[in-house]
């Protein structure tokens, strides 16, 4: 009689950490946001280090993966000559947009954007215009950028950003792109933090790339049940009771 008792009470406290594990992994399943829902990545090419700064910077103020972007190519000096060799990469793309042997070539890329719903591009601008290593990376991925927000940093000596927005759009057409871009130029480059805070409320970062659900998420509060498969207020401090789907005795 005892063994049958005995049979029986184990067979409901395997039964119990069943439901309670197929519970608690819906629950997990169904309180994430939509799939890839703020992640964020900040994609930069920087010549002068200039961008480099702006993306530490960045990346102090929010939660994201960084990749650069370097040309295949190394030790040109683009800037040689009032950007001689700078103006004939952009001229080239200028002159046949839609031609991949008028971009320049870059180191290959192993980043998947399909694991990034954010996006931040982080560029220098020569002569009014974007990059033209940055150019070369989003024309060849600016199709999976479709439907990501997408946010824009331009670093320049002077020159207003627009041209760079335009090209930006122009290889980026289907992106959800933030409210405003944010330019930072030689003269306030020293309050980058300060105009990177401001931007970021600004556009609602938080809000607009749901941030803050992906991290409420993350923290759901632990799901504990006693062994008759009621949910408890509170962990107990001694005995036997299930949390997370983990038997737990004390």
Not at 30 to 50: E, F, H, I, M, R
Not at 58 to 87: C, M
Not at 117 to 141: D, E, G
Not at 212 to 232: C, Q, T, V
Request: aromatic share 8%; charged share 20%; with cysteine.
């Amino acid at each position: 009689m005892r063994k049958v008792l005995f049979s029986r009470v184990l067979l409901t406290v395997m039964s119990l950490l069943a439901v309670a594990c197929s519970s608690d992994e819906a629950s997990e399943v169904n309180a994430q946001p939509a799939a890839n829902t703020g992640k964020a990545l900040v994609v930069y090419y920087s010549y002068t280090n200039y961008c480099r700064d702006i993306v530490t910077t960045l990346t102090s103020q929010i939660e994201a993966d960084v990749l650069e972007i370097k040309p295949a190519e190394k030790g040109l000096k683009y800037d040689a000559n009032y950007y001689a060799l700078g103006t004939q990469l952009l001229n080239a793309i200028k002159d046949a947009p839609n031609d991949a042997s008028s971009y320049p070539a870059i180191d290959p890329v192993t980043t998947s954007l399909s694991d990034y719903q954010t996006i931040i591009i982080v560029t220098p601008l020569w002569w009014s215009q974007m990059a033209a290593i940055m150019q070369s990376y989003l024309f060849n991925t600016g199709p999976d950028m479709a439907e990501k927000n997408i946010g824009l940093i331009v670093s320049s000596a002077s020159s207003g950003i627009s041209g760079v927005v335009a090209d930006c759009k122009r290889l980026v057409a289907n992106g959800k792109y933030f409210s405003e871009n944010l330019w930072i130029n030689h003269d306030n480059h020293s309050k980058r933090s300060t105009l990177i805070k401001n931007w970021l409320t600004t556009i609602n970062y938080n809000t607009v790339t749901a941030i803050n659900e992906a991290k409420a998420a993350s923290s759901a509060p632990a799901r504990i049940y006693d062994l008759n498969g009621r949910m408890m207020a509170q962990e107990p401090s001694k005995g036997v009771f299930i949390k997370n789907g983990k038997k737990i005795v004390r």
